[in-house]
T-cell receptor, first 113, second 114 residues
Framework: GDSVTQMEGPVTLSEEAFLTINCTYT??????LFWYVQYPGEGLQLLLK?????DKGSNKGFEATYRKETTSFHLEKGSVQVSDSAVYFC????????????FGTGTSLTVIP | EAGVAQSPRYKIIEKRQSVAFWCNPI?????LYWYQQILGQGPKLLIQ????????DSQLPKDRFSAERLKGVDSTLKIQPAKLEDSAVYLC????????????FGPGTRLTVT
């Protein structure tokens, strides 16, 4: 069945370091792909998305490119800040099944000053 | 606009007791979702409503979980009787039929079953 596999955490980085969180998916076809972020004590928020192959989603300095050939959607940021400390979830969605989301297990990021 | 509201934010109960959670989606959003997020895992869809009808409840443990959205607006999720393994955060999300189907999540209800 459809699934999302994320890089396991926790990840600890120093401020201004480069961030990569890996995400790969298994699906028959071409779903939409998402990154959600969950700050401490809050609900999930959409960070970025891509709806077709080779699309690049970007927001708040984060980027991810939909790679059909490697079935991946890795999240990157060139210079992380303390305020980026959160849990990041990769997800896929099929529009033809009522927009149901399949989430990865989440990757916890802590950025230290 | 106001976001998705959930209550209570925290609940502690003993096993075999019952509990109910409430969700009020964003105004005008026809689709409402309940997710279960066990510690260290990603959210898992329990049930999806469109207006007051169920679209998908294939992962809802129907022997103990129930949910309703009688007027197509707010929704309640009930667990009766609760088990230790039900300890989790229960997330509600909503989305509009128009646009890109983006889901907006509430802050969740953290349930601890002792």
């Amino acid at each position: 069945g459809d699934s999302v596999t994320q890089m396991e955490g926790p990840v600890t980085l120093s401020e201004e370091a480069f961030l990569t969180i890996n995400c790969t998916y298994t699906a028959t076809g071409y779903p939409s792909l998402f990154w959600y972020v969950q700050y401490p004590g809050e609900g999930l928020q959409l960070l970025l998305k891509a709806t077709k192959a080779d699309d690049k989603g970007s927001n708040k300095g984060f980027e991810a490119t939909y790679r059909k050939e490697t079935t991946s959607f890795h999240l990157e940021k060139g210079s992380v800040q303390v305020s980026d400390s959160a849990v990041y979830f990769c997800a896929l969605r099929w529009a033809n099944t009522g927009n149901q989301f399949y989430f990865g297990t989440g990757t916890s990021l802590t950025v230290i000053p | 606009e106001a976001g998705v509201a959930q209550s209570p934010r925290y609940k502690i109960i003993e096993k075999r007791q019952s509990v109910a959670f409430w969700c009020n989606p964003i105004s005008g959003h026809a689709t409402l979702y309940w997710y279960q997020q066990i510690l260290g895992q990603g959210p898992k869809l329990l049930i999806q409503f469109q207006n007051n009808g169920v679209v998908d409840d294939s992962q809802l443990p129907k022997d103990r979980f129930s949910a309703e959205r009688l007027k197509g607006v707010d929704s309640t999720l009930k667990i009766q009787p609760a088990k230790l393994e039900d300890s989790a955060v229960y997330l509600c999300a909503s989305s509009s039929l128009r646009g890109n189907g983006e889901q907006y999540f509430g802050p969740g209800t953290r349930l601890t079953v002792t």
